[in-house]
């Protein structure tokens, strides 16, 4: 059965930091390029960014509006990938998905997790 | 610029058919894109790949009743005999080199 489960998220204040961490089982990860997602309350889904294998160099792309401030990385020993993010904005709330890509350049997302709520308030 | 537009809303019968419907932007005609559904409170469920032919490949476990088509740009899902745990948002989701894109989703309402 394949498992993706989002971790580390919380409420931070504006300008702090939070790490998200993503548990993968089930299938190949690391053959499989690793997206972040997140969706504010009561709105659309929103792509954040996403890291290919190492067979693509872990090469990284991300939403042009995040970018400066979002790394994703990850640790093919552990089936892990991670979010972080910084100099976070009231703007960042939101439900943050971690989901997989069909293989390291399939397009689409085919596995999704449950997803973690990052609230950043003062 | 890649843009994907769909209804803010659809409504049907329970037992009866809808189809849902996904636009790409000018240009990107050709393009591929992937169905999701997402139920209340819960994460997304990747549904199907549909291709500009309107051939597909649907994931795990996704019923018969869940099937695509193309016409030009549009891109549709269509839900027959609707069930009352088809009541979800639908997004349709495309991509380019670096880039992945969302429509702004459609919520469908099962009477």
């Known amino acids: 059965e394949v498992q993706l489960v989002e971790s580390g998220g919380g409420l931070v204040q504006p300008g702090g930091s939070l790490k998200l961490s993503c548990a993968a089982s089930?299938?190949?990860?690391?053959?499989?390029?690793m997206h972040w997602v997140r969706q504010a309350s009561g709105k659309g889904l929103e792509w954040v960014g996403r890291?290919?294998?190492?067979?693509?160099?872990?090469?990284?792309a991300y939403d042009a509006s995040m970018k400066d401030r979002f790394i994703i990385s990850r640790d093919d020993s552990k089936n892990m990938a991670y979010l972080q993010m910084n100099s976070l904005k009231t703007e960042d709330t939101a439900v943050y998905y971690c989901?997989?890509?069909?293989?390291?350049?399939?397009?689409?997302?085919?596995?999704w997790g449950q997803g973690t709520l990052v609230t950043v308030s003062s | 610029q890649l843009v994907l537009t769909q209804s803010p809303s659809a409504s049907a019968s329970l037992g009866a058919s809808v189809k849902l419907t996904c636009t790409l932007s000018?240009?990107?005609?050709?393009?591929?894109i992937a169905w999701h559904q997402q139920q209340p409170e819960k994460g997304p469920r990747y549904l199907m790949k549909?291709?500009?032919?309107?051939?597909?490949s649907k994931g795990d476990g996704i019923p018969d009743r869940f099937s695509g088509s193309s016409s030009g740009a549009e891109r549709y899902l269509t839900i027959s005999s609707l069930q009352s745990e088809d009541e979800a948002d639908y997004y349709c989701q495309t991509w380019d080199t670096d880039l992945r894109v969302f429509g702004g989703g459609t919520k469908l309402t099962v009477l």
């Open positions: 989901t997989s890509e069909y293989g390291d350049y399939g397009g689409f997302f085919e596995y």
């Open positions: 890291i290919r294998s190492k067979a693509n160099s872990y090469a990284t």
């Open positions: 000018s240009g990107h005609s050709s393009y591929a």
């Open positions: 089930g299938f190949t990860f690391s053959g499989s390029a």
């Open positions: 549909l291709n500009s032919d309107g051939s597909h």
